[in-house]
């Protein structure tokens, strides 16, 4: 059921919500990678990246530095 209603099994919707919730802070916070990954429930930064990695194609570290050289409107 929870398939027919997302479109993702449950372990991918999650993994979304968690990237999601990671470019949020990615953007609006300057905290590290690391504490990040650690409040968002990844044991290490590694896995995090590995899974943001898989969503966007870059790392949260290129993602923050891309958007931060963006100039603002």
Do not use: C, W
Not at 17 to 28: D, K
Not at 34 to 52: C, K, N, T, V
């Amino acid at each position: 059921m929870f398939r027919q209603f997302t479109g993702l099994n449950y372990q991918q919707y999650v993994m979304r919500a968690r990237v999601n919730q990671a470019q949020t802070l990615l953007l609006t916070t300057s905290s590290p990678l690391s504490a990040i990954a650690e409040s968002l429930g990844y044991y290490d930064a590694a896995a995090f990246s590995r899974q943001f990695r898989k969503v966007h194609g870059m790392t949260p570290g290129t993602y923050r530095s891309m958007l931060s050289a963006r100039p603002q409107r």
